[in-house]
C-alpha cells in the first residue's frame, strides 16, 4: 500500500504565493500600499521562521524536536492553568507544573518519539508493499508507544514536581487505565494520520499541537 507524504516545500510555496498582491492600489490610496506592505513583511518574516526551523529539523533533528516538544508542554500546562487552575494551588499559578511539563517534553517525550518514529520508518516503511501497511503501522505505535509513553508521563511530571514515587503510583493505581483507554478512542484516528501522511520530521510538532488543543480543551471543561 501506497501512502503520499504531506510537501513541505510545497506548503511555504503556497504561502510565498498567498503573499503576491492580486492587484495594485488605485493611485493616491497610500493607506491601501502601506497596509499591503505590512501584511507581506509580517508573511514574509513568518515563511523565515518556517524555514529557519525546518532547517534546524534537518540539521539537528533530535535537539530541535526536544526544544519543541519541551516549549508545547510547556505552553499547554502555562495555558491550562490559566484557564483553570489546578486543584489544591489556592488558584495560584504553579511553575513547578510548568518545570515538570516541560521537562517531561525536552527530556522524554521529544527524544522518544524521535526515536520510535525512525524505527518504526526502517523496520516496516509506508510505501512497503505488505498489506494493510499503514493499518500495522498505526497498530504498533497503539501498542507499543501509547502505554509506555503514559506510564512515563504519569511518574515523571511528580517527580519533576518535586513529588514522591509514592505519589506518582498511586496516580498511576487511581487513573492510568481509564486515561489509557481514553487515549485509544480518541488519538488512534490522529495518529494513524500523524504515522502514515505526516513526514517523519514533522510528526513530533504534529502530535505537540495536537495535545496542546486537548489540554485546552480539558481546562476548558474543568472549569
Known amino acids: 500500500m501506497y501512502v503520499t507524504e504531506l510537501s513541505s516545500p510545497s506548503l511555504l510555496n503556497t504561502v510565498a504565493m498567498s503573499t503576491k498582491p492580486s492587484h495594485s492600489p488605485a ?5 491601501g500600499s502601506d497596509g499591503g506592505k505590512a ?9 523565515s521562521l518556517i524555514k529557519k526551523y525546518d532547517r534546524l529539523l534537518n540539521e539537528r533533528p533530535l535537539l530541535t524536536k526536544a526544544a519543541t516538544s ?3 508542554f510547556g505552553l499547554g500546562d502555562i495555558l491550562s492553568q490559566l484557564i483553570a487552575p489546578k486543584p489544591g494551588t489556592g488558584g495560584q499559578f504553579s511553575l513547578r507544573s510548568t518545570f515538570a511539563y516541560s521537562a517531561f ?11 520510535f518514529y525512525r524505527q518504526l520508518d526502517r523496520a516496516l516503511p509506508k510505501d512497503s508493499d505488505q498489506q494493510f501497511v499503514a493499518l500495522k503501522r498505526t497498530l504498533i505505535d497503539r501498542l507499543l508507544l501509547a502505554p509506555p509513553y503514559l506510564l512515563l508521563l504519569y511518574y515523571s511530571v511528580p517527580l519533576f514536581e518535586g513529588r514522591s514515587l509514592a505519589f506518582a503510583h498511586a496516580k498511576v493505581k487511581d487513573s492510568f487505565l481509564d486515561v489509557l483507554k ?3 478512542k480518541i488519538w488512534s484516528l490522529f495518529q494513524f494520520i500523524n504515522i ?5 520530521k514533522y510528526r513530533v510538532l504534529f502530535m505537540c499541537g495536537l495535545s496542546l488543543l486537548w489540554n ?3 481546562a476548558i ?3
Open 182 to 184: 481514553m487515549n485509544v
Open 105 to 115: 517534553g525536552f527530556f522524554i517525550s521529544g527524544p522518544l518519539i524521535h526515536a
Open 39 to 47: 501584511d507581506e513583511s509580517l508573511m514574509a518574516t513568518i515563511i
Open 221 to 223: 471543561k474543568r472549569r
Open 216 to 218: 485546552i480543551y480539558v
Open 27 to 31: 493611485p493616491g490610496k497610500k493607506g
Open 196 to 200: 502514515n501522511y505526516v513526514p517523519q
Open 70 to 72: 519541551g516549549a508545547i
